[in-house]
């Protein structure tokens, strides 16, 4: 098996593996961005799907290892774009429309899964 081959990750369905797969795609996420990741953090959050700090410390919920990877996929870009542009303005949507062309459809997918975040 070469180098290349034995850096992908295994996959189950449409599903995260675990814990270790969403930070692994974080990590993938924060390079193709371009930004820096200072600590990944997977723990129950109440009140949203996760958070960033500036100094870069993603912190994701643990209810993400049930949705969909690309409903969890668009949360990790979410946040790493607020590292790019704070607020929720017209050049954070000119990167989410960059990195992730659908991501307004999948936004709208996730408020159904947890309404209010």
């Known amino acids: ?11 189950l ?3 995260w593996y675990d814990a270790e797969d ?17 600590q990944i ?6 009140r949203k799907w996760a958070s960033i700090s500036t100094a870069g410390r993603l912190t994701l919920d643990t209810d993400l290892l049930g ?6 996929g668009f949360v990790i870009v979410h946040e790493l774009v607020h590292l790019l542009a704070p607020n929720h303005g017209k050049v954070f949507k000119s990167f989410m429309y960059a990195y ?6 999948r936004e709208e997918q996730l408020k159904l899964l947890r309404p209010g975040c």
């Open 22 to 38: 969403m930070r692994w795609a974080a990590r993938h996420w924060a390079a193709r961005l371009g930004v820096k990741l200072t």
């Open 100 to 105: 992730l062309p659908d991501w307004e459809e």
């Open 13 to 15: 369905g449409d599903r």
């Open 41 to 46: 953090r997977v723990r129950p959050m109440s």
């Open 1 to 11: 098996m070469s180098k290349a081959q034995g850096a992908v990750k295994p996959k």
């Open 67 to 72: 949705v969909p990877k690309d409903l969890g």
